[in-house]
């Protein structure tokens, strides 16, 4: 990988973490349900993003640097148990796309995108699987008490609930995906340009 392609990953990995961030920020309003949706929406959104750098870059390590960018960013801001989840992400993301060439396989983009969203909407579950409440609140003290970190294990550690977030994720990351595809071949891909000018 080139320079160059880093750089563009980069750029489109800043611009999915600030879509996911704000997407993020809005499902507040939904107060004590966001915790449900709270990826969602990001996960919806910035599949586009992810589709056109796969297809533009298609070198190995494209994905990772994705999410790994993410994570730096999330650690900066204090969010450093953030890194270890993005990474994860980022390798499972490779790994679904496998060989170089599936880079440009919007199928396998697809499955490479649902998977790595899918272990970024579960770091809430990770957290208090890993951190305990007790360790929760004391990594972040300024959006965590014991009572609210308690109400986030009742919601993580309870079946249904946790099939609820995982079929809204997966329902929202499979839309992406599709919204992602239609945006590529719409605006990005040059042979179904020239063939629709031709035809």
Same mark, same amino acid.
């Given at each position: &990988?080139?320079?160059?392609? $880093?750089?563009?990953?980069?750029?489109? *990995?800043?611009? #999915?973490?600030?879509?996911?961030?704000?997407?993020?920020?809005?499902?507040?309003?939904?107060?004590?349900?966001?915790?449900?949706? %709270?990826?969602?929406?990001?996960?919806?959104?910035?599949?586009?993003?992810?589709?056109?750098?796969? %297809?533009?870059?298609?070198?190995?390590?494209?994905?990772?640097?994705?999410?790994?960018?993410?994570?730096?960013?999330? =650690?900066? &801001? #204090? !969010?450093?148990?953030?890194?270890?989840? &993005?990474?994860?992400?980022?390798?499972?993301?490779?790994?679904?796309? *496998?060989?170089?060439?599936?880079?440009?396989?919007?199928?396998?983009? =697809?499955?490479?995108?649902?998977?790595?969203?899918?272990?970024? =909407?579960? %770091? *809430?579950? !990770?957290?208090?699987? !890993?951190? *305990?409440?007790?360790?929760?609140?004391?990594?972040?003290?300024?959006?965590? +008490?014991?009572?609210? =970190?308690? &109400?986030?294990? @009742?919601?993580? !550690?309870?079946?249904?609930?946790?099939?609820?977030?995982?079929?809204?994720?997966?329902?929202?990351?499979? /839309?992406? +995906? /599709? /919204?992602?595809?239609?945006?590529?071949?719409?605006?990005?891909?040059?042979?179904?340009?020239?063939? @629709? $000018?031709?035809?």
């Amino acid at each position: &990988m080139k320079l160059k392609d $880093i750089i563009v990953v980069s750029l489109l *990995g800043v611009v #999915g973490f600030v879509v996911s961030l704000l997407s993020g920020m809005i499902t507040q309003v939904f107060g004590t349900y966001g915790i449900f949706v %709270h990826v969602s929406i990001g996960s919806l959104l910035c599949a586009p993003v992810y589709f056109v750098m796969c %297809h533009k870059i298609a070198k190995r390590g494209t994905i990772f640097i994705y999410y790994l960018l993410s994570g730096i960013i999330y =650690a900066v &801001m #204090g !969010f450093i148990p953030m890194l270890p989840i &993005m990474l994860v992400a980022g390798i499972l993301g490779e790994a679904c796309i *496998g060989g170089k060439d599936n880079y440009i396989n919007n199928g396998r983009i =697809a499955i490479s995108y649902v998977v790595s969203q899918v272990i970024y =909407a579960l %770091h *809430g579950f !990770f957290f208090i699987l !890993f951190l *305990g409440v007790e360790g929760l609140v004391k990594t972040f003290p300024n959006l965590f +008490t014991v009572e609210k =970190a308690q &109400m986030v294990k @009742g919601i993580f !550690f309870n079946p249904k609930n946790m099939v609820i977030i995982l079929f809204i994720e997966l329902l929202a990351s499979i /839309l992406g +995906t /599709l /919204l992602g595809k239609y945006i590529y071949n719409k605006f990005f891909n040059k042979s179904i340009t020239r063939a @629709g $000018i031709l035809s």
